[in-house]
């Protein structure tokens, strides 16, 4: 699917879209919607093609009457696929894509749940950092997220990098994004996630343990989960897998109040 970048102008490639068995176009309930994002190098595809991620959503639909989240897997590195930190920079306004267009696109071509509070974002790597980041910048959109081996904030080896790098050194239009840099200072009660990482998997590992107490803190509840392993789609899928009960009732896809 085209997703139009029309308040961003974010040059984005095609998104990937999954409509469960039970969606039916302008008919019964609306459906909540799971944004799902790649990692860089990535593709919108990936999450389809090496997650396997309709098969698994379909074996969910099938034990709750065809139900299951509407998944748009839009663009978060466009199309240089280029590591843009999932901020607004002078390079791209990759947040606001995300946060404004792509729900904007949702909201007026899919029959989607329009509250949000049954919404959610997850990604892995470069795509968990960004879905940390969207959930944190933008708590009523995003109150649910997956986190699978992301960082504990955007950067290019190191923040000052990063700065360097995507915001022509301009640390204040940095740190007005960082998600660790909004934790210290808001409260989130009503937000919840899933931080997950392999145990051989560092930096990510380490980085994870430290966004888990920064959300803690802030009053997000969110729960830890770790498998034998590195850096790799393999243990991706299983966190995956092993979320889609607890995100079914968070989205109300259990039979949970709505």
């Known amino acids: 699917m085209t997703i139009p970048a029309t308040t961003s102008g974010f040059q984005a490639r095609e998104a990937h879209l999954y409509l469960p068995p039970a969606y039916r176009a302008g008919q019964g309930t609306p459906l909540p919607v799971l944004v799902m994002l790649s990692g860089v190098p990535g593709d919108t595809g990936d999450w389809f093609a090496a997650g396997d991620l309709a098969a698994r959503l379909d074996a969910y639909a099938a034990g709750h009457d065809g139900l299951a989240p509407i998944v748009v897997a839009p663009d978060d590195t466009g199309a240089g696929d280029e590591d843009l930190l999932c901020m607004d920079s002078p390079l ?43 959930a944190v910048r933008h708590p ?28 022509a050194g301009d640390a204040d239009a940095y740190a007005r994004q960082d998600p660790l840099a909004i934790l210290a200072h808001t409260s989130f009660p009503s937000s919840a996630g899933v931080l997950a990482a392999g145990d051989e998997d560092e930096p990510y590992h380490g980085e994870q343990q ?31 897998q092993d979320s889609l009960p607890w995100l079914g009732h968070r989205q109300g896809l259990d039979g949970a109040a709505r």
């Open 92 to 134: 791209a306004k990759v947040d606001t894509y995300l946060s404004q267009d792509v729900p904007r696109w949702v909201g007026t071509q899919l029959h989607a749940d329009p509250d949000t509070a049954h919404w959610a974002v997850g990604g892995l790597s470069y795509g968990g950092t960004c879905a940390y980041e969207l």
């Open 140 to 167: 009523s959109l995003f109150p649910t997220f997956l986190d699978f081996s992301g960082e504990n904030r955007p950067m290019h080896d190191t923040v000052a990098q990063a700065i360097d790098d995507v915001f």
């Open 210 to 240: 430290e966004v888990l107490a920064a959300c803690r803190r802030a009053g997000m509840s969110v729960q830890w989960r770790e498998l034998p392993g590195g850096h790799e789609w393999s243990l991706w899928t299983r966190f995956f």
